[in-house]
């Protein structure tokens, strides 16, 4: 899950948390739009947390090293 995925998860419970005023049998909006926030919540950290190793910012290039054994000095 990226950063887009996680904003749009939080937007969505934000909406059905305090934007959706109706009710429906059965199923607690509020509730529903307290565990999305908090999935993307979750997700959103986690990409940061690991944003180093999946590449980082797009264009941006590591340096390689590269070394030449040429054997024991004479």
Request: proline letters at 5%.
């Amino acid at each position: 899950m990226g950063i887009g995925v996680s904003l749009l998860l939080i937007a969505a419970g934000a909406i059905l948390l305090w934007g959706v005023t109706g009710e429906v049998a059965g199923i607690d909006i509020d509730a529903i739009g307290v565990i999305l926030m908090v999935v993307g919540l979750i997700g959103g950290l986690l990409s940061l947390i690991f944003w180093s190793s999946w590449g980082g910012p797009a264009g941006v290039t590591r340096r390689r090293s590269t070394y030449v054994d040429e054997g024991p000095p004479p």
